[in-house]
């Protein structure tokens, strides 16, 4: 064992784990449907041998995961989408009402990290606005926008905007002095300044609060999708569960994992591009 | 005085101290510099140099006084008086190359990013640094070839006035004797005046012409301009053979050990100028004469 790296050890772990948790769940549930060879016939009335009520075994949830997979994108009407189409409808959203909230917050932030006038003004009503659970605007915005489509996007919005924004004002306020008397002994105007010294130095915090910001989007996607229903990812799990399909509730549970850590990926890969050693 | 090439007149720094209250860093301080002149200045931890530098920079105003350059006075940055920070003065996230062709095309806007890149690369070339090092990030760079970097960035603009914050200050003895020297063989055949904080006597002795000597603050003063009366081109192993070397070196011993202490914190009358009294020591004229070893010549 000592021969393998690091890595490699760490995989072989993952694995085994991964193997020991799916037999642990597998056989879990086939010891459940033996017990359903002895049900009372008061049982067998109330339906408790319906295999579909119960938690499906991880054989089940890879056929199904394979099916979907294999035709993600098929329409057949509006309950019945592939989960490729679910899951894009989400993504849209979720990056719609993302990049709205990165040119506001961006800029805005800029704003408020290099005037301290700036900070103090806008303080109080950030602070008042941030802690808001973001689908607690919902109700307002279905109201105002009149559309759920719209609003579920700015719910996105609302709630990815606050991350950007103060992580924004944080890096520019910190960026080094040395740094700005550097451009300030060359000449450069203010655009020239921000984009080619303050935007570089504090481009690893602007990013850091790009990646919360997507990461809480994600995460309230779904719950806003329960909420408006239609089309996406979150109506998809609670569409599945109106139907007691559960093998479908855990798969899309797992695809809404997968995507949020590809989202997450994305943005690490930025963060790392974007980094510097002082 | 009011010709030189750069006059400082009157300056006076206060800072609120904490309490209410203000203290005051250095006041009426008055001084020339000639053009093409390399002046360093000495003096203990606090006493208010670097104030001074970033007032003649430009990035700092005074809260009185004003410094003059070429008859005009300074307001702000500008590219003709190039800095070299102690710390930090390179960005990061940029290689050595891309750090001095910042500089450069800021200067030469006009210039296409080959002839940027060109000066750039001659500029570093002068300092020592070629090859694969140039295309490295400051933090893969040893703290001398930061500094090379510096001194590049810096030259390569061909700033009128060139202004070093104890540039060496975080280097070994062995690194800071190679860019001495490279920052002389830059400077040489150059017009270009040079002001330089340091802490290093025998640094001060083998680059200057002339040595301002600054008493301990609060109050502090430019109380002496020591000339350095060796000949160009100095070696560091040859000038510690000079007659003057030593005289020079016991002086500016002396100050900083003794009289900088002594003469500090006097407050000077209103409309005051302090004006550093410049001190000559020669040993070479000729034992016949028998020289004082401070020889003060009121200006
Ligand atoms: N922005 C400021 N606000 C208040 N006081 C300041 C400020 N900048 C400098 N000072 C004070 O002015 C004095 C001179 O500082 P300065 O940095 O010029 O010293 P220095 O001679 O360069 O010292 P060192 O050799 O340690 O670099 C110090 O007492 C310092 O505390
Ligand atoms: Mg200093």
Same mark, same amino acid.
């Given at each position: 064992?000592?021969?393998?790296?690091?890595?490699?050890?760490?995989?072989?772990?993952?694995?085994?784990?991964?193997?020991?948790?799916?037999?642990?769940?597998?056989?879990?549930?086939?010891?459940?449907?033996?017990?359903?060879?002895?049900?009372?016939?008061?049982?067998?009335?109330?339906?408790?041998?319906?295999?579909?009520?119960?938690?499906?075994?991880?054989?089940?949830?890879?056929?199904?995961?394979?099916?979907?997979?294999?035709?993600?994108?098929?329409?057949?009407?509006?309950?019945?989408?592939?989960?490729?189409?679910?899951?894009?409808?989400?993504?849209?959203?979720?990056?719609?009402?993302?990049?709205?909230?990165?040119?506001?917050?961006?800029?805005?932030?800029?704003?408020?990290?290099?005037?301290?006038?700036?900070?103090?003004?806008?303080?109080?009503?950030?602070?008042?606005?941030?802690?808001?659970?973001?689908?607690?605007?919902?109700?307002?915005?279905?109201?105002?926008?009149?559309?759920?489509?719209?609003?579920?996007?700015?719910?996105?919005?609302?709630?990815?905007?606050?991350?950007?924004?103060?992580?924004?004002?944080?890096?520019?306020?910190?960026?080094?002095?040395?740094?700005?008397?550097?451009?300030?002994?060359?000449?450069?105007?203010?655009?020239?300044?921000?984009?080619?010294?303050?935007?570089?130095?504090?481009?690893?915090?602007?990013?850091?609060?790009?990646?919360?910001?997507?990461?809480?989007?994600?995460?309230?996607?779904?719950?806003?999708?329960?909420?408006?229903?239609?089309?996406?990812?979150?109506?998809?799990?609670?569409?599945?569960?109106?139907?007691?399909?559960?093998?479908?509730?855990?798969?899309?549970?797992?695809?809404?994992?997968?995507?949020?850590?590809?989202?997450?990926?994305?943005?690490?890969?930025?963060?790392?591009?974007?980094?510097?050693?002082? | 005085?009011?010709?030189?090439?750069?006059?400082?007149?009157?300056?006076?720094?206060?800072?609120?101290?904490?309490?209410?209250?203000?203290?005051?860093?250095?006041?009426?301080?008055?001084?020339?510099?000639?053009?093409?002149?390399?002046?360093?200045?000495?003096?203990?931890?606090?006493?208010?140099?670097?104030?001074?530098?970033?007032?003649?920079?430009?990035?700092?105003?005074?809260?009185?006084?004003?410094?003059?350059?070429?008859?005009?006075?300074?307001?702000?940055?500008?590219?003709?008086?190039?800095?070299?920070?102690?710390?930090?003065?390179?960005?990061?996230?940029?290689?050595?190359?891309?750090?001095?062709?910042?500089?450069?095309?800021?200067?030469?806007?006009?210039?296409?990013?080959?002839?940027?890149?060109?000066?750039?690369?001659?500029?570093?070339?002068?300092?020592?640094?070629?090859?694969?090092?140039?295309?490295?990030?400051?933090?893969?760079?040893?703290?001398?070839?930061?500094?090379?970097?510096?001194?590049?960035?810096?030259?390569?603009?061909?700033?009128?006035?060139?202004?070093?914050?104890? $540039?060496?200050?975080?280097?070994?003895?062995? +690194? #800071? %004797?190679?860019?001495? =020297?490279?920052? /002389?063989?830059?400077?040489?055949? &150059?017009?270009?005046?040079?002001?330089?904080?340091?802490?290093?006597?025998?640094?001060?002795?083998?680059?200057?012409?002339?040595?301002?000597?600054?008493?301990?603050?609060?109050?502090?003063?430019?109380?002496?301009?020591?000339?350095?009366?060796?000949?160009?081109?100095?070696?560091?192993?040859?000038?510690?053979?000079?007659?003057?070397?030593?005289?020079?070196?016991?002086?500016?011993?002396?100050?900083?050990?003794?009289?900088?202490?002594?003469?500090?914190?006097?407050?000077?009358?209103?409309?005051?100028?302090?004006? $550093?009294?410049?001190?000559?020591?020669?040993? +070479? #004229? %000729?034992?016949?004469? =028998?020289?004082? /070893?401070?020889?003060?010549?009121? &200006?």
């Amino acid at each position: 064992m000592d021969l393998l790296s690091e890595n490699k050890r760490a995989a072989i772990w993952s694995i085994a784990l991964l193997i020991v948790g799916l037999l642990v769940w597998e056989m879990s549930i086939s010891a459940q449907a033996i017990n359903t060879g002895e049900l009372t016939e008061y049982e067998l009335l109330t339906g408790a041998d319906t295999a579909k009520a119960g938690v499906p075994p991880p054989s089940e949830v890879a056929v199904k995961a394979w099916q979907e997979l294999s035709n993600p994108f098929y329409d057949a009407g509006p309950n019945d989408k592939g989960i490729g189409i679910q899951i894009g409808y989400s993504i849209y959203r979720v990056l719609t009402g993302y990049f709205l909230a990165a040119i506001i917050a961006i800029p805005l932030g800029f704003l408020i990290g290099m005037s301290s006038v700036a900070y103090k003004a806008l303080n109080p009503f950030i602070q008042v606005l941030r802690p808001i659970s973001p689908l607690a605007w919902m109700p307002l915005a279905l109201f105002i926008i009149q559309d759920s489509e719209a609003s579920a996007i700015f719910v996105i919005f609302i709630c990815s905007i606050w991350p950007m924004l103060l992580n924004t004002a944080f890096g520019v306020a910190g960026v080094r002095e040395d740094w700005v008397n550097v451009a300030r002994t060359h000449e450069l105007g203010a655009f020239k300044t921000a984009f080619t010294v303050v935007l570089p130095a504090a481009a690893p915090t602007i990013v850091t609060g790009m990646r919360i910001s997507i990461g809480i989007a994600w995460l309230v996607i779904v719950a806003a999708e329960m909420l408006v229903g239609g089309t996406g990812i979150g109506y998809y799990v609670w569409n599945e569960w109106n139907n007691l399909d559960l093998t479908s509730v855990i798969f899309s549970i797992l695809m809404i994992g997968v995507v949020g850590m590809l989202l997450d990926a994305a943005f690490g890969l930025l963060q790392r591009r974007v980094a510097y050693v002082e | 005085m009011a010709n030189s090439f750069l006059s400082i007149e009157k300056l006076t720094q206060r800072y609120p101290d904490g309490k209410g209250g203000e203290f005051t860093v250095f006041e009426n301080a008055s001084f020339g510099i000639e053009k093409g002149e390399f002046v360093c200045i000495l003096g203990h931890s606090g006493c208010g140099k670097s104030t001074i530098m970033n007032i003649l920079a430009g990035l700092s105003e005074p809260t009185k006084g004003v410094v003059k350059m070429d008859g005009f006075a300074v307001s702000g940055p500008s590219l003709d008086r190039g800095v070299v920070f102690q710390n930090y003065s390179l960005l990061p996230w940029l290689t050595a190359l891309k750090n001095v062709t910042f500089g450069v095309a800021a200067r030469f806007p006009d210039w296409t990013k080959q002839q940027v890149e060109d000066r750039s690369i001659a500029f570093l070339d002068k300092v020592g640094l070629s090859g694969d090092a140039i295309h490295r990030k400051p933090s893969q760079l040893s703290g001398g070839m930061r500094q090379r970097v510096s001194i590049a960035r810096a030259f390569a603009n061909e700033p009128k006035l060139l202004l070093l914050d104890e $540039p060496f200050g975080a280097l070994d003895a062995l +690194t #800071r %004797g190679t860019i001495q =020297e490279e920052l /002389l063989k830059v400077w040489s055949g &150059t017009d270009q005046t040079v002001f330089m904080i340091t802490h290093d006597i025998d640094e001060a002795i083998l680059l200057a012409d002339r040595i301002l000597l600054m008493t301990n603050g609060p109050l502090a003063r430019v109380a002496e301009s020591v000339e350095i009366t060796i000949p160009r081109p100095r070696v560091r192993t040859d000038i510690v053979e000079h007659p003057n070397y030593y005289a020079i070196r016991n002086h500016l011993v002396q100050f900083l050990g003794k009289r900088s202490a002594e003469l500090a914190g006097q407050v000077s009358a209103e409309g005051e100028t302090h004006s $550093p009294q410049t001190v000559r020591i020669d040993k +070479t #004229r %000729g034992a016949a004469d =028998e020289q004082p /070893l401070l020889q003060a010549v009121k &200006t």
